[in-house]
């Protein structure tokens, strides 16, 4: 079976934290574990601001297998307003990363 992951096209993550939350009510993760976290990577640069968030999977993230083997997306990319979230086979996350370039490829363990 060809392997999956996950796309994350941050350059449009607002940081709203939806895909965290998604992900923690989805697993019940007991306190203080995460499936994934959000970066807050904002910087000043020449007397300009830029707002960067960055979320990643930790090495808890499964891809949401029971979710997906049921033919569903995983919590995080469902919940993600921005939709900048992508789930499916490396391949073609690799040729969508293309035309993103500020964006992160996941390949769980
Ligand atoms: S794919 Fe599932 S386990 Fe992985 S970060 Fe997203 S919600 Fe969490
Ligand atoms: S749900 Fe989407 S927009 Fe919100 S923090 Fe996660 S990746 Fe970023």
Redesign the pocket.
């Known amino acids: 079976m060809a392997k999956k992951g996950l796309l994350?096209h941050?350059e449009?993550?607002?940081?709203?934290?939806?895909?965290?939350v998604a992900c923690k009510q989805e697993h019940d993760y007991p306190a203080g574990r995460w499936g994934?976290m959000?970066n807050d990577c904002t910087r000043e640069t020449e007397g300009r601001v830029q707002v960067d968030?960055l979320?990643f999977p930790t090495d808890l993230c499964d891809l949401c297998a029971r979710r997906t083997h049921q033919g569903k997306r995983p919590a995080?990319v469902k919940?993600?307003?921005?939709e900048?979230?992508f789930y499916g086979e490396l391949h073609d996350l690799a040729k969508k990363m293309e035309t993103m370039p500020r964006s992160v490829l996941f390949v769980p363990k």
């Open positions: 994350i941050y449009y993550c607002t940081g709203c934290m939806a895909c965290v994934i959000v968030f979320p995080c919940h993600c307003m921005a900048c979230m």
